[in-house]
């Protein structure tokens, strides 16, 4: 997992199993928290048995919404 030190985006990249689903939860200086799925659950009992041997790619890139955006835009002008 990375986010660069300005916290705009997050990448998720790895290898995961295939069951069951995984996210991730995240949260930018206090605003609300936003959930950025790696992969679905599996639809059937078997399909979750069947995924846990399997090994899956995760390559998820996602911007992250900065709720004191304005105020930092906002203060850039200022100075």
Do not use: H, R, Y
Request: aromatic share 2%; net charge negative.
């Amino acid at each position: 997992m990375t986010v660069p030190q300005d916290a705009s985006t997050i990448s998720v990249q790895g290898s995961i199993s295939g069951s069951p689903a995984f996210e991730v939860n995240t949260e930018v200086d206090g605003g609300a928290i936003e959930n950025l799925p790696l992969q679905n659950a599996s639809t059937s009992s078997l399909g979750f048995v069947v995924n846990l041997q399997l090994t899956n790619t995760v390559d998820v890139k996602k911007d992250l919404d900065d709720p004191n955006k304005e105020d930092k835009e906002q203060k850039k002008k200022e100075d």
